[in-house]
């Protein structure tokens, strides 16, 4: 599996916080994932079951965060300042299969012989999509998008998913109808949500 730098820089010619600039933002969320797999690679043989579990169970958990967030705000914006080409078309295309791959890595049993090269096939998709929103990147930049504010919603927006699966009130009165968000997940017993509760709470105190 090979890991992409995608440290993204501002705009050229723009003074942002790079906090909140978009494509620093999502470059620190890929960065944050390949660091995470790099662990797991290192540490298989060591960790136990339990160990293993939560581990990919953070990847998968971040990895839905992001299909979902950039899926709801970021390719959105991107449609509206340019043509539709490939990048766009193998993004989504990405996202499907590493949804895919979540799922059927989560029913799986930790000492299958297939865990670990499941968790790794997920790893090559994650190269795949950080190089495709790589490229994405680069054409952003010659575009008049406004990163620093797509920035701040991508922000809203994640803490807005990681305090519904803490099963907490955004604080927000309005909803904007105009988002469907779709469910990605199985349903879950109570146990499983109390987990996936605290894995979220370590990843909103990020913020």
């Known amino acids: ?7 993204a820089a501002a ?10 600039d ?12 390949q ?25 998968c958990d971040e990895l839905r965060m992001h299909v979902q967030v950039t899926g709801e705000i970021f390719y959105p914006a991107l449609r509206r300042v340019m ?29 299958d012989d297939l865990y670990d ?8 998709h994650l190269d ?15 575009t008049k998008l406004d990163t620093a504010a797509l920035g701040e919603r991508l922000l809203k927006r994640k803490i807005e998913w990681l305090m519904d699966e803490m099963g907490l009130p955004d604080g927000s009165e309005e909803s904007d109808e105009s988002i469907t968000v779709p469910n990605y997940g199985k349903p879950e017993r109570s146990d499983e949500r109390d987990a996936r509760g605290g894995r979220a709470y370590a990843s909103l105190n990020r913020f």
């Not at 705009?11 to 909140?20: I, K, S, V």
């Open 1 to 7: 599996m090979t890991h992409t730098n995608t440290r």
């Open 11 to 20: 705009p050229h010619g723009e003074n942002t916080d790079r906090a909140q």
């Open 22 to 33: 978009a494509l620093a933002m999502l470059a620190g969320d890929h960065h944050k994932l």
């Open 35 to 59: 660091e995470i797999f790099k662990q797991y690679a290192k540490q298989q043989d060591e960790e136990s079951g339990k160990e293993k579990i939560l581990h990919t169970q953070q990847v």
């Open 83 to 111: 043509a539709a080409n490939g990048q766009l078309t193998a993004a989504a295309a990405a996202h499907s299969e590493m949804l895919e791959l979540i799922e059927q890595i989560e029913v799986m049993d930790v000492e």
């Open 117 to 124: 090269a499941m968790f790794s096939m997920l790893g090559d």
């Open 128 to 142: 795949r999509l950080i190089k495709i929103e790589s490229g994405l990147f680069s054409r952003i930049r010659t």
